[in-house]
């Protein structure tokens, strides 16, 4: 699914909510899961961290947890939101470590790395 234009859309195809703005996330550290052609990860997922997954994370390599002042970056916390990589959320899920997802703030592109249905189960915004 493309965006409209700039405007970027979630997976249902409206603008995207805000994910975080404590900590600030997103590619633009502006609170959204917004993309870009640079953003060669795909920082696209409005995920809730956990201690699980935060723990999976660091062991693939990506420590989320460990604050970088350096870079601005304050560490991700069990609780956080925070725009994940969609192929990272897809490796979680396939290891039965998958964090919640707020779908509202998951950008469109998502989709082309994880399908949906995959994802609906997993909605914290979802009744």
């Known amino acids: 699914m493309a965006d409209a234009g700039n405007q970027q859309l979630n997976v249902f195809g409206e ?36 201690a699980e997954f935060l723990e999976f994370s660091r062991e693939r390599g990506n420590d989320l947890s460990t604050p970088r002042p350096e870079f601005g970056f304050p560490g991700v916390k069990p609780g956080d939101q925070w725009c994940l990589c969609a192929t990272r959320w897809l490796e979680a899920y396939q290891a039965g470590k998958a964090p919640r997802v707020q779908l509202a703030a998951t950008h469109a592109k998502a989709l082309e790395v994880i399908p949906l249905e995959l994802l609906k189960p997993f909605a914290l915004d979802l009744s």
């Open 15 to 50: 603008p995207i909510g805000e994910c975080s703005c404590k900590p600030m996330t997103g590619w633009h550290r502006d609170g959204r899961c917004a993309t870009d052609e640079h953003d060669h990860g795909l920082h696209v997922v409005c995920m809730r961290a956990t």
